[in-house]
């Protein structure tokens, strides 16, 4: 008789924690879609760690005149961007092929700069990412993308990795819009986000090799093509 007491109590103790656990797994999935940028950027331990782990760059990149001659009276100059990886100057994560009117190329990056209350050292971190290139006969609007506006910078793949998709998302794709916001780049302790443009006139035989200065800025240090 007692066993048979005890039963409904049992039914009812595993039903309540079916339950808790239903609750808590649409809870948690309803806690990465309602996460916003501000969440992400002020709570989340593990991207703070992320950024904290980016590292000193000296070195985003190159760029070299493949073909440069004249087409129906305009000269036409078709270049090889390269982007080399974070941690290895000579692998090539990402390249791509632009021809362009002109002898003169401006290539656009965005820099992202981490204060330190979001860095847990303490010390300034910085992300590098490409927008577009283009010559000085179109608008930089009429340019050609480098990186995708929101997308995952191929040079930053391993950045978050232990984020969860939905999170990694978030954060690339609000990082390029809050450019445009002052008070939120204060507000989440990000010191600036800011274009750099620099821009040289190309020759073949050179390679336009992308620095970083010690205040963070883009210059190209040009090198004989051997």
Known sequence: MSQTRKSPKLL??????????IVAYFGRGFYYRAMNIHQLLTENKHLKQAITNLTYEDQ????????????????????????????????????KEYTIEGDIVHFDALIVKFG?????????????????????????????????????????????????????QLFWSNIWDLANDPDKLKEHDIEAIYGNVVYSKLRKGLIYVFKISPTGHVYPEIVPDI
């Open 60 to 95: 985003i990149g190159y760029a070299k005149v493949d073909t440069q001659e004249p087409n129906d009276g305009k000269l036409l100059t078709t270049i090889k961007f390269v982007e080399t990886a974070r941690d290895d100057k000579l692998r090539t994560i990402l390249e």
């Open 116 to 168: 330190d209350k979001i860095v847990m050292d303490g010390k300034t971190r910085a992300l590098y990412l490409w927008r577009r290139v283009y010559g000085e006969k179109m608008s930089p609007e009429e340019g050609f993308a480098i990186e995708e506006p929101g997308a995952e910078p191929q040079r930053y793949g391993d950045l978050l990795k232990v984020l969860p998709v939905k999170h990694k």
């Open 12 to 21: 009812v103790y595993i039903a309540g924690v079916v339950c808790l656990v």
